[in-house]
């Protein structure tokens, strides 16, 4: 069913709409495809969605006010607003409601609201998955900022360091460009679709480094569309702040940046299963270090 077909579903009333129901029988599977309709078509979307069980005082309002400061270069005092409507005014609340991009940008504790809205890393002995051993796991929770920056740091202690020069002097590099995973991983936790309640998912292996999001690519997108930097944004409001708060442009640049500087990633946009993975294949020296 395209879009067309759903607003022509609930134009026609009530009756319609009933057998609209019949045809997508599991209630579950019927708001999971209206959801994607109306994002798909613009009418919705999961960053603005009220979190009507938080309130503005479940945001961090020092981290609000450090934010405000570093990106209008003047207090919120200066303002003469309280925080509420502030909120309002910046797109991170309606009606004194946080939403979605604001409980997950600065919220104390987001994952009392949102729980699985968090990165599950897992670093595996081998080049397969295994559900009884690891060497490392982590469930990195807390706001994008911190998920970004505890994601990095698993990263940065999970990969090979090696010798960036000729001297004995010269200072250790990642296996992997660092800039590489500071893209994806911040590509990840932007453009995932909020509207599924999964986690993104961090597995190294000895061979590749694999970051899973909830949400294929949206709309007609693809894999080739998204090398050449073409992009269409799933969450704008989130993405707007995200350029203040993280190494994000926003100008679809993300994915030709990595590709540039390691050449051997894989992009697998999975319609069916609703997720997008991208397969990062690391050096054989990389993978022999274990």
Partial sequence: ?????????????????????????????????MQRLFQSSGLVYADETPIHTAAADDLD??????????????SLETTGQPLPRLLNNIGLS???????????LFGKSPQIFKPAFMVKAVMFPGATMSDNHYIDRE???????????????????????VQSGPSFNSASVLEI?????????????????????????????????????????????????????????RNSVLASHAFYLLPYSGLGSGIPRATAAWPDIGLINDRKGDQFRVVIRRSEQGSNSF
């Fill in 94 to 104: 309606r009606d004194g409601v946080p939403n979605l991009a604001g409980v997950m």
């Fill in 177 to 233: 460009p660092e800039a590489v995973f500071e893209e994806l991983l911040v590509n990840s936790l932007v453009h995932r679709n909020y509207f599924i309640n999964a986690p993104i998912r961090l597995f190294i292996f000895t061979d590749r480094v694999e970051i899973i999001s909830p949400g294929c690519l949206p709309n007609h997108l693809d894999t080739e569309q998204i090398c050449y930097g073409i992009s269409n944004l």
């Fill in 1 to 33: 069913m395209n879009n067309e077909q759903l607003l022509t579903i609930l134009s026609q009333g009530e009756d319609s709409c009933h057998q609209f129901k019949k045809d997508v029988t599991n209630a579950d599977a019927l708001a999971a495809e």
């Fill in 61 to 74: 309002a020092d981290e609000i006010a450090r934010y405000f400061s570093r990106r209008y270069n003047k």
């Fill in 139 to 161: 469930e990195i929770d807390g706001t994008i900022p911190e998920q970004y920056n505890r994601g990095m740091a698993f990263i940065r202690r999970n990969l090979r360091h």
